[in-house]
């Protein structure tokens, strides 16, 4: 990670509230695009439902989804390298309410609210 050293101990302090056997240690900053660089790929990820559906969380994960990433930095030659940067943007306050909303409604019905349900007419 990279972060400002003004969040360096907040950041220090989240990770080890979250993975208390973690080893944290301040190196030298190292550039990874010496000589030539190119990009080859780029890719934005998206929600694949509404964003009122949560993200599965590793406890719902069939595989651990890191092992793709390391499995294919694992096969970069010895004078290649990668960068893996996620980016998370805040938004605003609105999709709250939103959400809040459709949860009741799940709550009170049972349903999602989307398709057809053949037994709905027995309640």
């Known amino acids: 990670m990279v972060v400002p050293k003004k969040y360096q101990g907040l950041v220090e302090k989240q990770v080890t509230s979250f993975f208390a056997d973690a080893v944290i240690e301040e190196i030298e900053e190292y550039n990874l695009f ?14 694949g439902h509404d964003y009122i559906f949560p993200i599965k969380t590793y406890q719902k994960l069939e595989s651990d989804p890191i092992n793709n990433i390391t499995n294919a930095l694992s096969k970069l030659e010895e004078d290649e390298s990668c960068i893996i940067q996620v980016m998370l943007k805040p938004t605003d306050n609105h999709w709250q309410k939103h959400a809040s909303k459709h949860a ?17 007419f027995i309640t």
Request: negative net charge; charged residues 15%.
């Open 104 to 120: 009741s409604h799940m709550q009170k019905h049972g349903h999602h609210g989307g398709g057809f349900n053949p037994l709905n």
């Open 34 to 47: 010496e000589g030539d660089h190119l990009c080859y790929a780029s890719e934005c990820l998206t929600l």
